[in-house]
Nanobody, 113 residues
Framework: VQLVESGGGLVEPGASLTLSCVAS????????MSWFRQSPGEEREELAY????????NYADSVKGRFTVSRDNAKSTVYLHLHSLKPEDTAVYYC???????WGQGTQVTVSS
């Protein structure tokens, strides 16, 4: 199982980003996925969940209405679309497969003017 995130970077407040997580080594379409983030000194926070078929999603209150999770099972990829970014969104963002507790290496998002 391998999960590889990309798409992070340095952006100004109010900007948007799309993070991608490409999965390999397992039948991606059969597994629920999620996105987490972790800031220095903080607990890892679950942000968004998407069921295997993509029709069921759930979000943390802290990002509801600003972040959207989606997936393309044909590309074995899960996305996190980040909008109206704030400095407090600065963190390392991780994708996660619940079954077996697999994590990617993370991608850094920094929101600063």
């Amino acid at each position: 199982v391998q999960l590889v995130e990309s798409g992070g970077g340095l952006v100004e407040p109010g900007a948007s980003l799309t993070l991608s997580c490409v999965a390999s080594g397992f039948p991606f379409s059969q597994y629920d996925m999620s996105w987490f983030r972790q800031s220095p000194g903080e607990e890892r926070e679950e942000l968004a969940y998407i069921a295997s078929g993509g029709t069921v999603t759930n979000y943390a209150d802290s990002v509801k209405g600003r972040f959207t999770v989606s997936r393309d099972n044909a590309k074995s990829t899960v996305y996190l679309h980040l909008h109206s970014l704030k400095p407090e969104d600065t963190a390392v963002y991780y994708c996660h497969r619940y079954t077996g507790d697999y994590w990617g290496q993370g991608t850094q998002v920094t929101v600063s003017s």
